[in-house]
Structures are given as C-alpha cells and as structure tokens.
C-alpha cells in the first residue's frame, strides 16, 4: 500500500506548513529548560554565566528566551540583523565577533543553545 496516495495530494498534505506559533512556543520552553538544565548540572546559577550566545535565527525566540531566563539583554548579544541566519556558523561568527571587538574576555563563562532543524536543541558551557 502506497505511503502517500492520490486522496493525500489532492488535500495538499504534500505542501509544507508553517506552525510559527507552536515552534516559537516549543522553542522558548525547550530552550530555556534546556539552559537551565545544563547550568543546574555544572552547578552553575545563570548569574554565573557572562554571557548566553544563541543561535541566530530568529530575534524574537532569542529575546523571549532571554525573558524567560531573566536574563540582561546585554548578556545575549545579537548579530542577526548585520549577518542573517548563517546556519550552523552563527554561534561562532557571533563569538568571533564578540571577540574582535574587544567585549569576550578569556576566563569568561558562555553558554552557547540553539534549535534547529527537526526541532533539535542543545546547550553547553564554555569557559572562554
């Protein structure tokens, strides 16, 4: 039996949709349990923490995941408007430029998180 059949197309099940809302709501709780969770595990408050680097693929998760942690927006840099969402590297570009700019400092604490495609997400602790 066919997976995908005549009846499935003719609904247009075979068009991609957009559930903007669910993601970002996914996307903020995931993400900020997620922070959390591995500060929690590395007894680490997000006080601790110098700064949070998030990939760059969409302000508005970023800025109310930063909400929803309490955190300063000055410890969440953003670089999306200048460079767009430049997939994998954002986090890197984003530390790079922090970097050259003078702003990172080396003994520094950043916890880097992202979502990304299949709604994966992660986050880790550096020590810069």
């Known amino acids: 039996r066919p997976y995908f ?18 993601l970002m709501k996914t996307a903020v709780i995931e993400l900020s349990r997620t922070v959390r969770s591995v500060c929690e595990a590395h007894g680490v408050t997000l006080d601790d923490v110098d700064w949070f680097l998030a990939h760059q693929a969409n302000d508005r998760i970023n800025g109310a995941v930063r909400q929803a942690l309490g955190v300063p927006e000055a410890k969440v840099p953003s670089n999306i408007a200048r460079f767009g969402n430049t997939s994998a590297a954002t986090i890197g570009i984003l530390l790079d430029e922090l970097r050259r700019d003078g702003k990172v ?3 520094q604490l950043a916890c880097m998180f992202a979502l990304g495609s299949g709604l994966h997400w992660g986050a880790c602790l550096i020590r810069l």
Do not use: S
Not at 5 to 17: G, N, V
């Open 5 to 22: 059949t005549p009846e499935m197309f003719h609904r247009e099940e075979h068009i991609p949709k957009m559930q903007g809302q669910d």
């Open 105 to 107: 400092r080396e003994g």
